[in-house]
């Protein structure tokens, strides 16, 4: 039996449906030794009826070569021995359950420095890389902007919440969700509870709740909403600061240690793991989720049937357990994003589906020149009456750039 054989007969006897078997050589450069058997496990999300046209695009780091190849191939292909990124392309065809009628859709996957040095099967986990229109975070500002001093950042962060469609949206019930598992080699470790796989479920460890009975808080086709850590007048305080008097909301924990402004309503705290106050990670290394709850979910229901606690293995090879956190269903989360840095990022604490990649605040960890960097999506496109698109793929590392605030 040849090693092509070998491969085939293995993957046949491990994968099951969703999972489409394949892989295609690129045969177009006659120069280059292809001498490693390579398949692809292709995953897709349910509800999909056709396959209209595949690529996935390998570029080898060391040379530069890029290769293309359908992923969907009956045929088994090669590939030289190398270190490779890709990134995937897909067109389907599935069906809209509002309408009744089949639509065309976008499907991506990446990835980055796989070795392809022996015989393997690559798992491909797709993504649609154009949901339907929705809520989607515009801006986060984790940082604050530098103090007095420029030797840390103060409470004038905040997010910023745009309708990404072309009808009013009510954000009653909408919470945010900041991750319990930190972005980074240096607090990652493994988790040994199945319920907190990020592929299934987000792990909180904080989560804020829009008020309302369920058209209180209308966002506009175009418009936002600035929820805020502090609603008052920050550039008073320091010069280039935001001034959150326009707030639409602002977070407020009931201790000494915050400050209430009347004049800004409150979100509804669920949960957060903290004693005293919540202030988001001015690291920017963990992630950061948009949630629509099931309507008629109440806050103690919800503490009552999804406690996220678990068992894992620290860096130091110990086992341990973390009771602070609380699950969010994959399948509640409109949006999210992965904040990280490229010196110490792993992998986000979202499922692949939800965010590819992450959007990065630096080059290095505990940059002291993050303070005052704002991450903002991109503009895709304007509308013929003049209303902005914003950019969402589900990969942060393509849907966002980092501004400075001076230049707000």
Known sequence: MNIHSRIIKMLLFTVSAPLLVSSCIDETDDNVNDNIAVAFVNQLPDGISTIKSAEIRLTELNTGNVYRLDPFSEELGTLPLGIYDYEGTIIVESLDETTGSTIEKTLRVTGNSVTISSPLSLRLEWFYSNPGGTLVFSEIYATGSPNATATGGIRDS????????????YADGLGIAESAFVNAKSTTYEILTEANNRQNNFTAATIWVIPGSGTDVPIRPGESLKIVDQAIDWSSQVTGAFDHTDADFEWYDDNAQD??????PNLSKWYCYSNTIWIMSNQCNRSYALVRFPEGLTAEEYLSQYHGGYDYISTIGTQMHNDRAYLIPNAWIIDGV???????????????????????????NSDPNRFGRIFKRKTATKTSDGMVILQDTNDSKADFIVVSSQAE
């Open 259 to 264: 400050t209430d402004s009347p004049l800004v």
């Open 338 to 364: 992965n904040l990280g840095n490229s010196e110490t990022y792993i992998y986000g604490a979202l499922g692949n589906g939800i965010d590819i990649s992450y959007a990065c605040i630096s080059d290095r």
């Open 158 to 169: 905040y997010f910023r919440i745009y309708n990404n469609t072309d009808q009013t949206i």
